[in-house]
Nanobody, 119 residues
Framework: QLQASGGGLVQAGGSLRLSCAAS????????MGWFRQAPGKEREFVAS????????YYADSVKGRFTVSRDNAKNTVYLQMNSLKPEDTALYYC??????????????WGQGTQVTVSS
């Protein structure tokens, strides 16, 4: 299972750090991704990282503000979100699969953690 946590309510310009911890499985050999879904919108790609953290890819909307990282010893992936904007408000999901940006490349999904950014 993938357990996402760290969401919450924050003012615009603030920061949050999301975590995605894997239990009952080892994710160190897989790419990991973060996606988000706002009400009434489709789930969209946010960031992904390859198995050893050597490659990272970001959506244009978060580039320069968000940083994805991983600690394979802890079986955990992180998403550091800085300079948050109201349009970042969404339910954030972590996923395990291949390194990429297409959600069809990811096979296992966490339950999501809510991020709300107030203006």
């Amino acid at each position: 299972q993938l357990q996402a946590s760290g969401g919450g309510l924050v003012q615009a310009g603030g920061s949050l750090r999301l975590s995605c911890a894997a239990s009952e499985r080892t994710v160190s050999s897989y790419g990991m991704g973060w996606f988000r879904q706002a009400p009434g919108k489709e789930r969209e790609f946010v960031a992904s990282i390859n198995w050893n953290g050597g490659s990272r890819y970001y959506a244009d909307s978060v580039k320069g503000r968000f940083t994805v990282s991983r600690d394979n010893a802890k079986n955990t992936v992180y998403l550091q979100m800085n300079s948050l904007k109201p349009e970042d408000t969404a339910l954030y999901y972590c996923a395990e699969g291949q390194y990429g940006y297409d959600r069809r490349m990811f096979d296992y999904w966490g339950q999501g953690t809510q991020v709300t950014v107030s203006s």
